[in-house]
């Protein structure tokens, strides 16, 4: 809500403001909590009663990896030309959907279109099964996703592979202690050098394409040290 429009989102990343990222890391952080609070484990092998095993959740977990993005992404990357540039990124873009917080609301909401448990037939065995099989893929998917960033990271490294230089932009550091994210390096004593979010920071910081970032209290003044700073100090 608060970005709808963009403009707050600019307005923020101009002023260095950390409110965004502050309300989109709590909600993120009690929304595993709660995944992981509720988490049915004991309902995973129950094959007297669901008829679910974990030999058939892990197969089902493939299946949905494979098939639920992957081929409709394929087939329409060439629509979506703003997005992709080619079938290696849109096959990446398919992989990395994970299941996580709208399945659960929309497991949920199904618990109350069914009747109760006791009060059908085939109903209430779907809605037995519905739950652990929902939060099995949420489960899989967390942990599938969550181990590939780092396999592709040590691929990658092996193979070679380059990281992307051509967006490096210069950023202002929040505070002096803040430390170095990952994707950066230090300019100087004010300021970050900030690249693509996968690369490695293995180069000099000074072969790097930096675009500045202006001044927003001083709009036609570079964000260097021959600069008033906005408080007048």
Not at 173 to 179: I, N
Not at 196 to 217: H, I, K
């Amino acid at each position: 809500m608060i970005n709808w429009d963009g403009e707050n989102l600019a307005e923020a990343e101009r002023r260095h403001d950390q409110v965004n990222s502050c309300i989109n890391v709590l909600p993120n952080f009690g929304g595993f909590m709660y995944v992981g609070i509720i988490m049915p484990w004991s309902e995973f092998n129950d094959p007297d009663g669901t008829g679910l095993t974990y030999g058939r959740l892990i197969l089902l977990g493939v299946l949905v990896l494979l098939f639920r993005r992957i081929p409709a992404i394929l087939l329409s990357y060439k629509l979506m030309l703003a997005v992709v540039k080619g079938w290696r990124e849109a096959l990446f873009m398919d992989y990395f959907g994970p299941i996580v917080v709208g399945a659960v609301f929309y497991l949920e909401h199904s618990r109350h279109l069914f009747p109760k448990l006791g009060e059908g037939d085939e109903e209430t065995n779907l809605a037995k099964a519905i739950g652990p099989v929902v939060y099995w893929l949420v489960l899989f998917s967390i942990v599938v996703h969550g181990v590939s960033i780092p396999a592709l990271n040590l691929i990658y490294t092996y193979m070679g592979v380059k990281p992307i230089q051509e967006d490096a932009v210069e950023i202002r550091r929040a505070s002096m202690g803040a430390a170095t994210p990952v994707n950066a390096v230090p300019g100087d004593k004010d300021t970050f050098i900030a690249y693509n979010r996968f690369g490695r920071p293995v180069f000099d910081p000074s072969t790097l394409p930096v675009a500045r970032e202006q001044n927003y209290a001083y709009p036609g003044c570079a964000n260097d040290s021959m600069c008033p700073s906005p408080g007048g100090v």
